[in-house]
């Protein structure tokens, strides 16, 4: 059974500080997404990570993967407030043509002045 | 634009009583996905289905029942067997291709009453 586990669960940290996201997996994924969520919305689409050593990045935020070591980083370079929101990682495993999201327990953002 | 749409957005169930979640999407993806959130936690799947008249059972699909009639629609309905229904549920379609991702609804929050 896949197993996707994230930490920290819960991250508070102050403006302009630098983080990062760990995203462990138990067993060989095709790809990796990372996902942001407000609170009562639904999901948006940061990054596909399609292959070892893939890096992506988009404004304050950079994700990597490392599919040796089942392992996704969201790194989080000088924090604003607006980055608070819950992220997700999710991977997706196709078998038999049917391919499915396995997602981690997420990580709340608090970013406090 | 394309998208998917759910309704209605929030929705009472008294006890014992089945309810349906509207799930249709206009992107002329084949396969479509229902994930079920409870709060401070990851999405975890419900049912999907990859064609039309096919559909299969996900981590937790107890309680619940689905259909695929239509390539658009992928109605879930919780039946009086699911005895927490409480939830956040999301709605997903993903287009089959080599370079594919997944779009997500906006949600349907589920109380009981």
């Known amino acids: 059974e896949l197993k996707v586990e994230q930490n920290p669960l819960f991250l508070s940290m102050q403006e302009g500080k630098n983080y990062t996201i760990y995203c462990n997996y138990s067993t060989t994924s095709d790809r990796l997404y990372w996902y942001r969520q407000d609170p009562g919305k639904s999901l948006e689409s940061l990054f596909v990570l399609l292959s070892n050593g893939a890096v992506k990045q988009e404004g304050r935020l950079m994700a990597s993967l490392d599919t040796k070591a089942r392992l996704s980083t969201l790194h989080i370079t000088a924090a604003v407030h607006d980055l608070s929101a819950t992220y997700f990682c999710?991977?997706?495993?196709?078998?038999?043509?049917?391919?499915?999201?396995?997602f981690g327990t997420g990580t709340r953002l608090q970013v406090t002045l | 634009d394309g998208g998917i749409t759910q309704s209605p957005k929030y929705l009472f169930r008294k006890e014992g009583q089945n309810v349906t979640l509207s799930c249709e999407q206009n992107?002329?993806?084949?396969?479509m996905y229902w994930y079920r959130q409870d709060p401070g936690q990851g999405l975890r799947l419900i049912y999907y289905s990859q064609i039309v008249n096919d559909f299969q059972k996900g981590d937790i699909a107890e309680g619940y029942s689905v259909s695929r009639e239509k390539k658009e629609s992928f109605p879930l309905t919780v039946t009086s067997a699911q005895k927490n229904p409480t939830a956040f549920y999301l709605c997903?379609?993903?287009?089959?291709?080599?370079?594919?991702?997944?779009?997500f609804g906006s949600g349907t929050r589920l109380t009981v009453v």
């Open positions: 997903a379609s993903r287009v089959d291709s080599l370079d594919y991702g997944y779009t």
């Open positions: 992107l002329n993806h084949d396969a």
């Open positions: 999710a991977v997706d495993i196709l078998r038999h043509s049917a391919s499915k999201l396995t």
